[in-house]
């Protein structure tokens, strides 16, 4: 089974600011995939970044960066230079490798960046 | 990637009553998931739906509450039965995608329960 923690309920700065959102995850998988997904007051959930569990290069892409620990099971998601339009709830979930694919969603970040 | 349209967007409805929540995508997708959203919470997974197949449970979720058809490879229908107060979330309806080294999946726009 796999379980996912994000330990930062709310997190609020000021536009401009950098803001790393924690994802602790646990599984039995050997191998498996980590996604970050967004969901913003609208409603609807958009896809970010997808993470390899054999693959620990972290990466950048624009403003979003990640950095993958194996050893510590964590997948924590930067956001460079935050805007107004990125305040969102942002999930962290981990995908399994085997036959089910279930995607399983921690509770989520909500993140407020004020103006 | 795919494009994924849910109806109605949002109900409101009275106890008791039921609703019928469709899914559809415009490409062929073999697993089709529903998942539950509670008013603040994260999402929860109600079911995987395969074509041609019995909708498969997850713990907490009972097809005679949460009936789901899937008549073809673009399209899904969620029922909530019997609804009460508790029904009321964001129901999403998600695919998946096959990628070049491994499953994707992307997310309907949600459809918005209120029971009253």
């Known amino acids: 089974a796999q379980k996912v923690t994000q330990a930062q309920t709310e997190i609020s700065v000021v536009e401009k600011e950098d803001v790393t959102l924690d994802c602790v995850y646990e599984t039995r998988d050997t191998t498996y995939y980590l996604f970050w997904y967004k969901q913003p007051p609208s409603g609807e959930l958009v896809f970010l970044i997808r993470?390899?569990?054999?693959?620990?290069q972290n990466e950048i892409s624009g403003r979003y960066s990640w950095n993958f620990q194996k050893s510590t099971s964590s997948f924590n998601f930067t956001i460079t230079a935050s805007q107004v339009v990125d305040s969102a709830v942002y999930f962290c979930a981990p995908l399994g490798g085997g036959a089910t694919n279930k995607l399983i969603f921690g509770t989520g970040t909500l993140l407020a960046v004020q103006p | 990637s795919a494009v994924i349209s849910q109806k109605p967007s949002r109900d409101i409805c009275q106890r008791g009553t039921s609703l019928t929540i469709q899914c559809q995508v415009d490409?062929?997708?073999?697993?089709m998931f529903w998942y539950r959203q509670q008013p603040g919470q994260s999402l929860t997974l109600i079911a995987t739906?395969?074509?041609?197949?019995?909708?498969?449970?997850e713990s907490g979720f009972v097809i005679d509450k949460f009936p789901i058809s899937r008549p073809n490879l673009t399209f899904s229908t969620l029922t909530v039965s019997n609804m009460s107060p508790e029904d009321s979330s964001i129901y999403l309806c998600s695919v998946e995608i096959a990628g070049p080294a491994y499953n994707e999946q992307f997310f309907g726009p949600g459809t918005r329960l209120t029971v009253l």
């Open positions: 490409s062929q997708v073999t697993m």
């Open positions: 993470r390899n569990s054999f693959d620990e």
């Open positions: 739906a395969n074509q041609g197949s019995e909708a498969t449970y």
